[in-house]
C-alpha cells in the first residue's frame, strides 16, 4: 500500500478500527415505486417533511415523474409530468447528473410543506406536499440568451426567518452551457407577476452545477454560490482566483473557525487546483501534482480532531489514487484506492461520494458507490481507505441524510423500482445530538445537489 502520512495522522487507522469495530446490520428498509426505474442520469432523490408529522418524507424523480412517499413507506402521490430533470449540464441545461429538479420548503407561509419545480414549458409549479395538489402556478420571463428558466431553488434573502424566496437560475442556450443567468424572488411577487429582488446575468456557476445556497456569514439571509460568491442583495463578494478552465464542485463547512464565518471549497478543473474562500476573499490554492481532484468529500475525518479534511477521488478512470487536504491546504494523506477497496470492488474505485456521520462519533465517514455502474455501496474512512462496510446493491442513485431522527444520517439508495434505506441500527453514542435539519445550511444543501455537489 502505497501512503504518504503527515506527523499526527498515523494513529488514525487503529483509533477509528476500534471505536468502529464489527459489520453493521446491513438489511434495508424497502420502499416500492410507482414510477419508471431511471434510464440515466436524469432525476434524483429528496427528502423533507411533507406532511408535518415532523418526519423526513421521499421524493424521486426520473423524467415525466414526480413521486411522493411517506416516511414510513406509503405512497402519498404520484405526478405525471414534464419537470426539467437531466444529463449533461453543459449540454442540456440544469440541474445536471442526479439533480432531482425539485424544491421543498413552506413557501408560502401557510404553516404546510410546499413542493416547487419547473417543467420545459417554463411553468413554475407549487404543490401542496402532502397531497400533491397544485397550488399555484407562474411563468416568469426568460432572460434573452437563456432556453428557458431550468432550475428553482428555496431560499430566504430578505432575513424574514422563513423559506419564502425562490432562486432561479438558467444556462445559456448556445455553447457550453453554464449557469450564469439567477433572479431572486419573493414567492408573493413570483406568482403575483411582481418584480425580482435582484437579477444578474454575470453569475460565475460551477461548470455541471446549479448554485447553491448557503448563510455563510450567519445574519440570517442566504449567499450564493458558485465560483463567485453573491450576497444575498446579489452583489458579488468575491471570486474564485482565476481558473484554468472551471470549477467542477462547491462544498460548504467551516474549515477555518478562526476566521468569521463560514468558507467555499471548490474543486477546479483545467489547472486542477483546489481553492478555499471565505467572506473576506480567497484563502488558499493548491494542487497535488496537478492531478484533478475531480470528486470530493469534505469533513472531520480524523478521530478525536474537529479538523475539517477535505479528501479528492482523483481523475483516474481506473485505479484512483485519493489525495487529502488538511484545513490549512497541505497535502497530508494518498493511496491507492485499488490497496483499501475489498475483492470484487470495481477497479473504477468511487463515486457519488458523500460525507456521512454513521457511527454516532465526531469522526465522520463517507459514503459511496462503485463507479461507472449501478453497483455496490459502501462506507469508508477518507484519510486511510479503510473500507469499513460493503452494502450490496444495484444503486442508481444514492442519497445521505438523517431520516429517522436521531441526528445520525441514513444511506438512501434507488435502486430501480425501489428506495432502499440502510440505518445504523446499534446504539446512538450522542443521543442528545440535535437533528441536523434544524441546521438551516443543511437543509439548504441537501436540496441544492447533483452528481459533483452531493
Not at 476500534?18 to 436524469?42: E, K, N, R, T
Request: aromatic share 8%; glycine share 10%.
Amino acid at each position: 500500500m502505497s501512503v504518504r502520512n503527515s506527523a499526527g495522522l498515523a494513529f488514525i487507522a487503529l483509533a477509528f478500527l476500534a471505536a468502529s469495530a464489527g459489520a453493521y446490520d446491513a438489511s434495508p428498509f424497502v420502499i416500492p415505486l410507482d414510477i419508471p426505474a431511471p434510464g440515466d442520469s436524469a432525476g434524483g432523490i429528496l427528502v423533507a417533511d411533507l406532511n408535518g408529522d415532523g418526519l423526513m418524507d421521499y421524493l424521486v424523480t426520473v423524467p415525466g415523474h414526480i413521486t411522493a412517499c411517506a416516511n414510513d413507506g406509503r405512497r402519498m402521490w404520484t405526478l405525471k409530468v414534464d419537470l426539467v430533470v437531466g444529463g449533461s449540464s453543459e449540454a442540456e441545461g440544469l440541474p445536471g447528473h442526479h439533480g432531482p429538479g425539485v424544491a421543498a420548503g413552506d413557501v408560502d407561509d401557510d404553516g404546510k410543506c410546499e413542493v416547487v419545480f419547473l417543467t420545459k414549458d417554463g411553468i413554475l409549479h407549487v404543490i401542496d406536499g402532502a397531497a400533491g395538489r397544485l397550488k399555484a402556478q407562474a411563468k416568469p420571463a426568460v432572460p434573452e440568451g437563456a432556453q428557458r428558466w431550468e432550475l428553482a431553488m428555496i431560499a430566504d434573502f430578505r432575513g424574514t426567518g422563513k423559506d419564502t424566496d425562490i432562486l432561479l437560475q438558467a444556462t445559456n442556450a448556445k455553447g457550453y452551457r453554464m449557469g450564469r443567468f439567477l433572479a431572486a424572488f419573493s414567492m408573493q411577487a413570483l406568482l403575483e407577476g411582481g418584480r425580482p429582488l435582484w437579477m444578474t446575468d454575470a453569475f460565475v456557476s460551477c461548470a455541471h452545477n446549479g448554485a447553491r445556497l448557503a448563510d455563510l456569514d450567519g445574519d440570517g439571509r442566504d449567499e450564493v454560490l458558485g465560483a463567485t460568491i453573491l450576497s444575498a442583495e446579489g452583489k458579488e463578494i468575491t471570486c474564485a482566483v482565476a481558473s484554468g478552465w472551471h470549477m467542477d464542485s462547491v462544498f460548504v463547512a467551516d474549515v477555518r473557525p478562526e476566521l468569521p464565518g463560514l468558507e467555499v471549497l471548490l474543486l477546479e478543473e483545467g489547472a486542477n487546483y483546489v481553492q478555499l474562500l471565505g467572506m473576506g476573499g480567497p484563502i488558499w490554492r493548491v494542487h497535488h501534482k496537478r492531478q484533478e481532484p475531480q470528486n470530493a468529500a469534505v469533513g472531520r475525518f480524523k478521530a478525536g480532531s474537529d479538523e475539517i479534511f477535505l479528501w479528492c477521488r482523483s481523475r483516474y478512470n481506473e485505479h484512483q489514487k485519493p489525495f487529502v487536504f488538511d484545513s490549512a491546504g497541505h497535502m497530508v494523506f494518498e493511496y491507492a484506492m485499488d490497496d483499501v477497496a475489498p475483492d470484487g470492488w470495481t477497479p473504477s474505485g468511487v463515486e457519488l461520494i458523500h460525507t456521512i456521520d454513521w457511527t454516532g462519533q465526531k469522526q465522520q465517514l463517507a459514503c459511496a458507490t462503485e463507479r461507472h455502474k449501478s453497483g455496490d455501496v459502501c462506507l469508508f474512512e477518507p484519510l486511510t481507505g479503510r473500507f469499513v462496510q460493503v452494502f450490496e446493491e444495484v444503486a442508481d442513485r444514492l442519497y445521505v441524510a438523517d431520516v429517522t431522527g436521531d441526528w445520525r444520517e441514513e444511506i438512501i439508495v434507488l435502486n430501480k423500482q425501489e428506495l432502499r434505506i440502510y440505518e445504523n441500527r446499534s446504539p446512538n453514542l450522542r443521543p442528545n445530538e440535535p437533528r441536523k435539519w434544524t441546521d438551516r445550511n443543511y437543509r439548504r444543501l441537501k436540496q441544492c445537489h447533483n452528481y459533483y455537489s452531493p
